[in-house]
């Protein structure tokens, strides 16, 4: 990695944003895998800087604070990602709990607040939806009394005009990556930015991913692998990154020649075939087994 173990990811987006501004970095799938919105790295930029401006609107002193991201999918939670490195702030991935999915159960929200608690989070981001069901239960989490709830799919993108720079250092805190929880309580590790910048370089060179590639992922962003391989390691050659919504895989909605089938060039309008792909071990392998015996699929 000579001569860049110092990068930072404010550095990343900033040369992929200034380099190729109208170049696509980002297209989210619905659950019936049509794309319903592209992201360029101009527009990441331009999204994550009004969120980091909320941020310290929100608080006087909001860098080297804490933030909860919480989201449905990986749409609006990639620029809040962004959003609180350009802040300086320090995000910490969570699943949604499926309390507030539509789904029966309490455990998802119990490791929500041991992670709230531990980390002392300042902010929580969200979407303007979940931001009001929060609100609702107010009464009933008390880890969460005292934060700001930031809907990022409501802020008004002329808010940029108040962005101010802000260039972190390599040894700074990146974000939080809390362990799942399923075994104890959840447990945080610290990761500076220069932990993924030699990290994000030595997935490009490991994987020879060029600026040629296009990739697809389905795993979590709340995941480790699913927010370094697919969320932030696609910016380091600038290459696109097509995100599908993991909860139909993980509940066996979609067998496997319904994913190869809607990675299609033509199922997304696009005129070229991805050539990389993030994915729990066990997907890929039922994927190609649909491959062989759907005709046209698309082939991992």
């Known amino acids: 990695m000579a001569g860049r173990a110092q990068a930072t990811l404010v550095d990343l987006l900033d040369r992929r944003a200034d380099g190729q501004p109208d170049r696509v970095g980002f297209v ?3 659950r019936d895998l049509t794309a319903t919105r592209r992201l360029s790295y101009g527009d ?5 800087r009004v969120v980091a401006t909320r941020l310290h609107e929100t608080a006087a002193r909001a860098r080297g604070e804490r933030a ?4 449905p999918d990986a749409t609006e939670f990639v620029p809040a990602f962004w959003g609180c490195v350009l802040a300086g702030v320090i995000a910490i991935p969570a699943p949604l709990p499926e309390s507030l999915s539509g789904h029966a159960g309490q455990r998802g929200l119990q490791r929500l607040l041991a992670v709230a608690a531990d980390a002392h989070v300042r902010f929580v981001l969200t979407t303007e939806r979940l931001a009001d069901e929060l609100r609702a239960m107010a009464h009933a989490l008390p880890a969460l009394r005292e934060v700001a709830l930031v809907a990022t ?8 005009r108040h962005w101010r720079e802000w260039a972190p250092a390599a040894d700074d805190l990146a974000y939080l990556q809390y362990t799942s929880g399923s075994t104890r309580t959840p447990r945080g590790v610290m990761l500076t930015h220069a932990n993924l910048a030699h990290q994000l370089e030595y997935l490009r060179a490991s994987i020879r991913l060029s600026s040629d590639d296009i990739g697809v992922t389905w795993l979590p962003y709340f995941h480790d692998y699913g927010l370094v391989d697919g969320c932030s390691s696609r910016c380091t050659p600038g290459i696109r990154c097509t995100c599908g919504r993991p909860a139909p895989f993980s509940r066996g909605r979609w067998d496997g020649s319904s994913w190869c089938r809607g990675c299609e060039p033509r199922a997304l309008g696009d005129r070229h075939s991805h050539t990389t792909s993030a994915a729990g071990a066990w997907r890929p392998t039922m994927s190609l087994h649909a491959s062989i015996s759907a005709p046209g699929a698309w082939p991992m």
């Open 28 to 30: 989210f799938l619905d």
């Open 44 to 48: 990441l930029r331009a999204r994550a």
């Open 68 to 71: 909860l991201l919480i989201y």
């Open 153 to 160: 799919d409501a802020i008004d993108l002329s808010d940029a």
